[in-house]
């Protein structure tokens, strides 16, 4: 199967489309992973094609249908693929089958890497706009949901798609998927790097999931995700509830009811671990985004300082999920961190007038604790 990038588009139009490549061996776990679930019967659609990589496959038998509003990359597709039936729609307006020819009885299978443009997110937020129109049912603030729940207007019986993680394992996300995720149930999803994207961010790399769906009736939660085996490479895998969070312990969001004084200390928002990469910690000045944080709880705001200082050590698969913890760890090391932390906020260390920094060789010791506490924290998951 002959591959083709598509890069027609300038950066700014590449950005608010979600037009990216997608790697060969992307694409061919996407038919690996849909191929024992569907017969020569099945309809296989791509509502945002590219320049239809997805539908190269040669060998089946199945009806293939691409679409995608680019008009440039439309008229690659047709050089690219000589078996589908080819479209120049906006595929989240007026969403139904009767605008790619299928019928309502006609077995279904979506595939593809429909764009994902959070227009919330801070980043390259200065470029993102988005100018088409988008059905009211399915319009949400992230091109990639919408996608999704268009699959599920669409009533597809199988849908294998790329799309980051934190459409899962993020609970406003997730919540924000709604009738897709009350009759859809992940069951299979191997998770991959934005980094092996081209013409993205290779610093802060972000989890994608190479995501199979099937239609059923109990659909999926967000418990069920929780407990979901999402594999990463031959023998390892990652489970979200395999981990305690930080938000079992401390609040992560500012509480508009509490004000800060001159004596509180502040603390930056904290929402995941690719956030914290960005983020500062602790602060001078109340913002919007401004905790105060709770002084009987200090020693877990240290934790998050320290656990900032040491994230190298973090897969970039953990990257959204919350600050990961283990508690009763923590606590048999948490002299340390604090030990650690104070080196670097001086105005702390009134907080633990026990503690002696006269002698520089402690700080040498901590990082040896905080590394083995990581090491025995991350398990399989500690990145050298």
Partial sequence: MQITEQNHLKYKN??????????????????????????????????????????????????????????????????????????NHNALSEVSRRKYKINENDKLCIVGNPPYNDRTSIIRNNIKQINFNIDNNIKTRDLGISFLRSYDKLNADIVCVLHPLSYLIKKTNFNLLKEFSRNYKLIKGKIISSGSFRQTSKNMQFPIVIALYKKEKDGMNCDYIKHFKFEIQKDLFFKQNSFDYISTYIKKYPNKYIQADKNSILFWTIRDINALKRNRTFIEKASSNTIVVDKKKLDYYIYIDVFKRYISHVPYYLGNCDVIINNSLFLKFKKYFILDSLFYQPKLRQYYAQFDFSQTHYKNLAKEKIQLYLKQLLGEHYAN
């Fill in 14 to 87: 590449r950005i608010n489309l979600g037009s990216y490549y997608t790697d060969t061996k992307h694409v061919d776990t996407v038919w690996d992973f849909i191929e024992p679930h569907i017969d020569d019967d099945f309809i296989v659609l791509d509502t945002s094609c590219g320049y239809g990589n997805f539908l190269q496959k040669k060998s089946n038998n199945n009806k293939k249908i691409g679409n995608d509003i680019d008009e440039v990359a439309i008229s690659s597709s047709y050089k690219n693929i000589d078996d589908a039936c080819l479209f």
